[in-house]
Nanobody, 121 residues
Framework: QLQASGGGLVQAGGSLRLSCAAS????????VGWFRQAPGKEREFVAA????????YYSDSVKGRFTISRDNAQNTVHLQMNTLKSEDTAVYYCAADRGTLGVRTDSYAYWGQGTLVTVSS
C-alpha cells in the first residue's frame, strides 16, 4: 500500500516536498515512480528511482528542479520540488513495481491515492 502526502498550495518559485510511504518489509525491492495528472490531461511521468536509489530518471520538464530520493529503512520515497511553476499544478501520484525502472504508467502495478499540488502564479 502506498500513501502520498505533502501536497498543498505554493506560490510560483516556491518549493514542496512530497512523500510516498509504503507498507511492508520488502519496499527495498520495488522501483518507485512519481507521476502527475493535471485537469483535462493524461497522467504523465515525473521521476523514478531504482531499488537502491542509484539510478534516477526525470522528465525533461522537471529535470534540474525536482529531486527524487528514497530511504528504504523508513519505507519512504521523497520528491523535492523546487522552483515550482504554474504548469506543475497537478495531482501527484507515486507508484511502485518489482520490475525494471520505467517511465510509463503501465510499468507500475501499485499506485497511491495522489496528493494535490497547486502552484499560484
Amino acid at each position: 500500500q502506498l500513501q502520498a502526502s505533502g501536497g498543498g498550495l505554493v506560490q510560483a518559485g516556491g518549493s514542496l516536498r512530497l512523500s510516498c510511504a509504503a507498507s511492508g518489509r520488502t519496499f527495498g525491492t520495488y522501483v518507485v515512480g512519481w507521476f502527475r495528472q493535471a485537469p483535462g490531461k493524461e497522467r504523465e511521468f515525473v521521476a523514478a528511482i531504482s531499488t537502491r536509489g542509484s539510478i534516477t530518471y526525470y522528465s525533461d520538464s522537471v529535470k534540474g528542479r525536482f529531486t527524487i530520493s528514497r530511504d528504504n529503512a523508513q519505507n519512504t520515497v521523497h520528491l523535492q520540488m523546487n522552483t515550482l511553476k504554474s504548469e506543475d499544478t497537478a495531482v501527484y501520484y507515486c507508484a511502485a513495481d518489482r520490475g525494471t525502472l520505467g517511465v510509463r504508467t503501465d510499468s507500475y502495478a501499485y499506485w497511491g491515492q495522489g496528493t494535490l499540488v497547486t502552484v499560484s502564479s
